[in-house]
T-cell receptor
Framework: DTEVTQTPKHLVMGMTNKKSLKCEQH?????MYWYKQKAKKPPELMFV???????INESVPSRFSPECPNSSLLNLHLHALQPEDSALYLC????????????FGDGTRLSIL | GNSVTQMEGPVTLSEEAFLTINCTYT??????LFWYVQYPGEGLQLLLK?????DKGSNKGFEATYRKETTSFHLEKGSVQVSDSAVYFC??????????FGKGTTLSVSS
């Protein structure tokens, strides 16, 4: 069982839709991450939040908009996506300081029609 | 910059065979090293980690030793099972940087 919970597990949306992905953890981790993963590839970092503030944006298109409402919750708002945005979107969290590992959720599989 | 190189596979083995997946890294200083496993349809799970030279990480019969002299962190298991079939990612982390993944190695174990 993963301690990072992502919803929904699957999402199909049209290019004009607006939807949101949700990630939740209750481990007290203060660093949270969004990754995009294409089939048979490693995850690609999109955004990093540290203490609820955006600290890294890896040049992600503005059609992806992250939000961290509190220390347990991370959202990714989607709007006007393209077919190439179809992928597995993974959330991760990490206890800050030292060499703590990142803990991943099971992801949301997103398909853009 | 930092980087991780791992054998891409696929690696195909029979049940109870010995497994080695090679991983080497490039980094300044002393990074932490991790192996993650991704089962079909799931996210990444931390398999094991090592944070300093000569540390051995182990979990579920898998082992890897942090070798500073050869900049390696090879994953081994003495007897694989069908349930070990998955994609394995070697990863490196240093403070102030992102987690860097290798390209992943697909393992397929048949009975």
């Amino acid at each position: 069982d993963t301690e990072v919970t992502q919803t929904p597990k699957h999402l199909v949306m049209g290019m004009t839709n607006k939807k949101s992905l949700k990630c939740e953890q209750h481990m007290g981790h203060r660093a949270m991450y969004w990754y995009k993963q294409k089939a048979k590839k490693p995850p690609e970092l999109m955004f990093v939040y540290s203490y609820e503030k955006l600290s890294i944006n890896e040049s992600v298109p503005s059609r992806f908009s992250p939000e961290c409402p509190n220390s347990s919750l991370l959202n990714l708002h989607l709007h006007a996506l393209q077919p190439e945005d179809s992928a597995l979107y993974l959330c991760a969290s990490r206890r800050t300081g030292g060499d703590q590992p990142q803990h991943f959720g099971d992801g949301t599989r997103l398909s853009i029609l | 910059g930092n980087s991780v190189t791992q054998m891409e596979g696929p690696v195909t083995l029979s049940e109870e065979a010995f497994l080695t997946i090679n991983c080497t890294y490039t980094a300044t200083g002393y990074p932490s090293l991790f192996w993650y496993v991704q089962y079909p349809g799931e996210g990444l799970q931390l398999l094991l980690k090592a944070t300093k030279a000569d540390d051995k990480g182990s979990n579920k019969g898998f082992e890897a030793t942090y070798r500073k002299e050869t900049t390696s962190f090879h994953l081994e298991k003495g007897s694989v099972q069908v349930s070990d079939s998955a994609v394995y990612f070697c990863a490196l982390y240093q403070a102030g940087t992102a987690l860097i993944f290798g390209k992943g190695t697909t393992l397929s174990v048949s009975s």
